[in-house]
């Protein structure tokens, strides 16, 4: 277990490596730049700032200056926000954005898997029928309804809690629950559905023929038995689904007023800031390549008959 611990998180290192090499080219090769506009500056204040900046180097060399920098930490200067360096833009960005999305995945799996449970245990009732209809609004509706529909009916017809803001107001934590409930619905419908149907496969397994024979209790069967085979593709959608939930937060941040990192990556790209943008790509690539190294982990506690050697 150790030793495939200690390769698969050497596997990681690569996996940056190219993802920063082909964004840094992408970026590079696409046209325009961070201090391309309207009006053109003066050539002699467009050369000192590029000058600055190391523009005025090689592709190459900006590059291999990029790398030795990002490996010392320093994601380097924003070429728009001037008083602030990358490392700070994101780490006033990013702990917002990282709040609300834990907290909408924790949901998500809590109600997702409870209900995806009980509809395969009453398969063909009306409580399955009717949880797997709300799973189905939930995928087909997107953000951008959800948010000012809860917004709309929570905030400003009943006024039961704020329609936007974040936390240090006289709201408090309450700022949490609208973006919340907007951001896990669709990973809530998600995982209902996939455990149900992971469920109901699991159900028809020999293994759980042979535990209920030996007597166990329908709860013992369910939670020792049932649960652990169903959960492996559930786990396998966690990963990519909390990076999705980081990633995907520009439309709550913006219906909410949440100065998170969705927000913050959409300016960049407006502003062709060619750091910030990089930043955003290595932060949202760490957090996907580290969430999937976690599932690979926890398949081997699921299943037992999942080899690390």
């Known amino acids: 277990m150790l030793r495939f611990m200690i390769r698969r998180a050497l596997s990681l290192i690569p996996t940056i490596f190219l993802i920063i090499?082909?964004?840094?080219?992408?970026?590079?090769?696409?046209?325009g730049g961070p201090f391309a506009s309207e009006?053109?500056?003066?050539?002699?204040?467009?050369?000192?700032?590029?000058?600055?900046?190391?523009?005025?180097?090689?592709?190459?060399?900006?590059?291999?200056?990029?790398?030795?920098?990002?490996?010392?930490?320093?994601?380097?200067?924003?070429?728009?926000?001037?008083?602030?360096?990358?490392?700070?833009?994101?780490?006033?960005?990013?702990?917002?954005s990282m709040l609300i999305g834990a907290l909408a995945l924790l949901l998500s799996v809590v109600v997702g898997i409870g209900a995806?449970?009980?509809?395969?245990?009453?398969?063909?009732?009306w409580i399955d029928y009717g949880a797997m209809?709300?799973?189905?609004?939930g995928?087909?509706?997107?953000?951008?309804?959800?948010?000012?529909?809860?917004?709309?009916?929570?905030?400003?017809?009943?006024?039961?809690l704020p329609t936007s803001g974040w936390l240090g107001g006289r709201s408090g934590w309450l700022v949490l629950v609208m973006p919340v409930l907007t951001l896990a619905l669709p990973y809530m419908a998600g995982i209902a559905r996939l455990t149900r149907a992971s469920v109901l496969e699991v159900l028809r397994a020999d293994y759980i023929r042979t535990a209920r024979a030996k007597g166990l209790t329908e709860t013992v069967v369910?939670?020792?038995?049932?649960?652990?085979?169903?959960?492996?593709?559930?786990?396998?959608?966690?990963?990519?689904?909390?990076?999705?939930?980081?990633?995907?937060?520009?439309?709550?941040?913006?219906?909410?007023?949440?100065?998170?990192?969705?927000?913050?990556?959409?300016?960049?790209?407006?502003?062709?800031?060619?750091?910030?943008?990089?930043?955003?790509?290595?932060?949202?690539?760490?957090?996907?390549?580290?969430?999937n190294f976690v599932v690979d982990l926890c398949y081997g506690f699921l299943d037992p008959r999942i080899s690390y050697s």
């Open 21 to 31: 090499t082909f964004s840094f080219i992408i970026i590079r090769v696409a046209p």
């Open 39 to 96: 009006k053109q500056l003066p050539p002699e204040i467009l050369a000192h700032v590029q000058k600055r900046y190391h523009l005025d180097e090689s592709v190459p060399r900006q590059y291999v200056r990029y790398l030795g920098d990002f490996v010392r930490g320093d994601l380097g200067p924003s070429f728009r926000y001037k008083d602030f360096s990358v490392n700070e833009l994101i780490g006033y960005a990013l702990p917002p």
């Open 116 to 125: 995806g449970v009980i509809s395969a245990l009453r398969q063909n009732s």
């Open 133 to 137: 209809s709300l799973a189905v609004i």
């Open 139 to 160: 995928i087909s509706v997107p953000l951008f309804v959800i948010g000012p529909v809860l917004k709309l009916g929570l905030a400003l017809d009943h006024h039961w």
């Open 222 to 291: 369910v939670l020792r038995h049932v649960l652990k085979g169903a959960l492996l593709p559930v786990v396998s959608y966690l990963g990519p689904a909390f990076a999705g939930i980081i990633t995907g937060t520009v439309v709550v941040e913006t219906i909410f007023a949440i100065p998170g990192m969705g927000r913050l990556s959409i300016q960049a790209a407006i502003n062709r800031d060619y750091t910030l943008i990089m930043g955003d790509v290595i932060v949202f690539s760490v957090i996907l390549v580290v969430m």
